[in-house]
């Protein structure tokens, strides 16, 4: 037997965080995987993996793993595939590059959205950069499956959407809410519970507001405050109009530093009664929006919203965090403009130990990524894209097109690399489907993965890729990215798969354009390259020899970083980066846009579609929300036999919703709605509130003959109608019936 040897790694994933994996490996293969034991001092904490890393070997050999590459038989979407060479491979995609690009040109060339590689030299890097040397570029997507409607919402408020403070921030507040946020299972950075965990032994007191009582609620919450999805607005109204009629909000704040928030403060030439006040006191609508108005509309009672309104615009500081599952909605841009406005008037901005609220992205550390021009400027909501495969000529910019009056034709050559967006991740699946299997659409589809995926099952090639034990990479966490981490090797790639660079390169010189694609590089010198880039941007950055000695760098950051600290000390030479110079809560640039109902110019509740006021209900009598559950990231280690027995499946129920449909605790049911249906087994569990249930995202897609989805994917119900200002996903709002599986023992 030969040595022990420990590689330090860290996970690849979407989750956010980047913790210590330490792989054991005898004889090339890896024998157990531990985490972090360093002894924890003043200013090292632990990066402690958790479950899912710690389950890694078991994807790393498992039986299913794709082993060759594999080319379509049959119609598309079907999954028959016959076994090809790589040289077969390259030339195939090559062929169909040459193809494509000469009768459709560049934008018809469309690389997905996908999050399986967090590193920086993942694939759809190196295929941006293939594309932008060979045929003149691609055509581009903004916003994100995770924070489409965060994003612009934040921006538009306060001029940047880097909202986020450092963590020890929290150790000063007295208030910490957590709206719709969920950190023990989504960590947003490695540690952020430990940090909240900091603040409450300080003392601050922790509310949790979500339709679940969330892990976070449960390890970490003084109060839980369910409310019905959709309805995050009606609550922060009703707070507003509290503070306002008890004059706790902070009027000199206001006054210095916001636009519109009462008449005083309206940009010239706009009428006065489109201020937010107006709108809360009812002025602009005849509807005040009263607790006793609020609690009709969101299930929270008058009284807690007195008491909440009331906390949060006294206890100081205090720290609104939302988390991105608010805005996963059908009007998913108001409750992030909402929580803004209320960290703003209650003074909570640029303070220590407040919270800016929005979308609070905070980055300490800058990493580069590989170098690549696009010579095509259009860019679809990435949402969209099969409207851009269905429609493309007709989308415009009221569909989220940007840099474009329209598309010259719609996506023909679409890449899906470490991403299962096609399908499993989408919306509305089964409508997805028929888009993909409709060859005259697009013409050429091509996934690169580790497993046959319901998103693999639609490609035309499919590519066995490594995984990120066998491969070097350079990634940083995307919430609270503080430090960046060397992906070191732990074990030799099995079967025949193989990382991007190194089959694009084949590709490239079938192209033509080898040496233009590789500048005479190999992988090893893009990593390289990337930390030589990286030492541009800081020069404290390790050189290449040090850095993947020490595995690792952390930024230093001193005292606590605090977002807008350089505004509210001193505003005048550092005025916001809106328009105005102010934070917006009212949004001239919304107003210009015309479409107040659905776009309001100041945060507003707006009765969703498929929510609690939807007639609908009469029908599908249920809000089905999803939620990112601590067992996968996303469908990446869905297919763990090791995580699914520590963390089952299951369709939480609370008790009454589940009396009235005689069900008991693992019962088999249908859930269902008008786009489809799936089976699940039941939870029954007072940790729902009534009228709503809740499935974990990232189940795989098992369709039985009849199309009804056997793995529990919520996606086969979630809908596909984009948000009407950033164009994002609604994948929160849904209304569905729950019924119990006749002739199925438990
Ligand atoms: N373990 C794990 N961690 C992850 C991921 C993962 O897949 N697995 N994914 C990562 C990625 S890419 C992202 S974008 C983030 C996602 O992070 P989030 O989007 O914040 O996660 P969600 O679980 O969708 O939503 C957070 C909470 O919002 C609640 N919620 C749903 N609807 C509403 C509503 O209308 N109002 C309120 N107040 N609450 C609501 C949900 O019950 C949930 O507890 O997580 C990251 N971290
Ligand atoms: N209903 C609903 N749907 C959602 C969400 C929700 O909250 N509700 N959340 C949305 C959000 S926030 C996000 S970010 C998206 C995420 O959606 P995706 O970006 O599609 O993320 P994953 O499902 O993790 O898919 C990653 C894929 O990459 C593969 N992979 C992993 N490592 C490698 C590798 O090294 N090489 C290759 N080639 N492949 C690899 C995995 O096997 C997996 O198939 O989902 C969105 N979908
Ligand atoms: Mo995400």
Sequence with gaps: MGEEKIVTTTCAHNCSACCVLKVHVRDGVAIRISTDDNVEKEGYHQRRACLRGRAYRERLYHPARLKYPLQRVGKRGEGNFRRISWDEATTVIADQLRKITAKFGPASRYINSSSGIGGVLGEREFFRRLLSVY???????????????AMPATEYTFGTFRTGSSRDNWQHARLIILWGHNPAETTFGTNTTYYLKLAKEKGAKIIVIDPRYSDSAAALADEWIPLLPTTDNALMAAMVYVMIKENLYDRQFVEKYCLGFDEAQMPEGIPPENSFAAYILGSSDGTAKTPAWAEKITGVPAGTIYRLAREYATLKPAALIQGLGPQRHAYGE???????ALATITGNVGVLGGWASGCGIYTAARLATLPYHNPVKASISCFTWPEAILRGPDMGPGDGLKNA???????????????????NQHSDINSTSQILADEDLCEFILVADEFMTSSAMFADLLLPSTNFMERIDIIAPWSFMEYIVFQDKAVEPRYECRTGYDWMLEVAEKLGVGEEFSQNKTYEDWARYIVDKTREYDPAFPSYAEFTEMGFYEKKIGDPQIAFREQIENFDANPFSTPSGKIEIF??????????????AVPRYIPSWEGPEDPLKSEFPLQLVGWHSKRSTHSTMFNSNWLEETV??????????????????????????????????????????????????GAWQKPDDGGTDLGGCINILTSYRPTPWARGNPQHTNLVQVEKKEGVSR
Excluded at 405 to 423: D, Q, S, T, V
Excluded at 678 to 689: A, D, F, G, P, S
């Design 587 to 600: 949004s001239p640039r919304l107003f210009a846009m015309g479409k107040h109902d659905e776009i309001p």
């Design 135 to 149: 045929g003149g570029g691609f055509l581009n997507f903004h916003n994100s499956y995770s924070a489409a409607c």
């Design 334 to 340: 108001q409750p992030v403009r909402g929580a803004a």
């Design 648 to 697: 089952p499946h299951r369709l939480w129920i609370n008790p009454e919703d589940a009396k009235l449909r005689k069900l008991v605790e693992g019962d088999r049911v249908r859930v269902f709605n008008r786009r489809g249906e799936l089976e699940i087994k039941v939870k029954v569990t007072v940790r729902i509130m009534p009228g709503v249930v809740a499935i974990p995202q």
């Design 405 to 423: 009056e329209h598309l010259p034709c719609g996506i023909k050559f679409m890449a899906n690399l470490a991403g299962n967006c096609l399908i």
